[in-house]
């Protein structure tokens, strides 16, 4: 049995829940609608504010949609009451992040300045110019976002220069030994 996928998740006050018979599971709460389509083969159960996913055998590809299909409703229902949020740090001479409207402008020293609009239910804050907040109610939409921004300069291991998250530990190599 699935560790992840036999827990069963506690609807919280305020959220709404719905399952249609194709299995798309809409989750309505205070921070918005999200919608999932879940695989056809799982059976999803709501019963007393408590949601109970079950598989249909034991052959591998249902063990491994058991897991997912739990963490994905669960996930969409923490979106909806908490919201995600990732944290990027801007480290480097010059580098530094602003917010102008709905654009995340980005000067990382290239030529030009780059700017990321931000995607439907995803926001972008700036509270120091080397800090960068990526908020939403999408788990995944906020990583994407988030990664998105990251590549733009990637943190280099001589100097710790670029755009990291701030629990990432950049491994530092040493420079090259003179004479």
């Avoid at 056809?40 to 034991?58: Q, W």
């Avoid at 897991?67 to 990027?88: A, F, H, Q």
């Avoid at 960068?132 to 788990?139: R, W, Y």
């Amino acid at each position: 049995m699935s560790r992840i996928g036999k827990q069963p998740i506690t609807i919280p006050e305020g959220v709404k829940v719905t399952v249609d018979d194709k299995n798309l599971v809409t989750v309505q709460g205070p921070n918005g609608t999200l919608q999932e389509q879940i695989n056809k083969d799982m059976k999803i159960h709501i019963e007393d504010n408590v949601i109970r996913i079950e598989r249909p055998t034991e052959n591998k590809k249902h063990r491994a949609l058991h897991g997912l299909s739990r963490s994905l409703v669960y996930n969409m229902i923490v979106g909806v009451t908490k919201g995600y949020e990732k944290k990027l740090e801007v480290n480097g001479v010059g580098f530094r992040a602003a917010k102008q409207g709905n654009k995340l402008v980005l000067n990382l020293g290239f030529s030009h300045p780059i700017e990321v609009t931000d995607p439907d239910g995803i926001t972008t804050e700036v509270p120091s110019p080397n800090v960068i907040l990526v908020k939403g109610n999408h788990k995944q939409m906020v990583g994407n976002h988030a990664a998105k921004i990251r590549e733009f300069r990637p943190p280099e291991p001589y100097k710790g220069k670029g755009i990291k998250y701030a629990d990432e530990f950049v491994r530092r190599k040493e420079g090259k030994a003179g004479k």
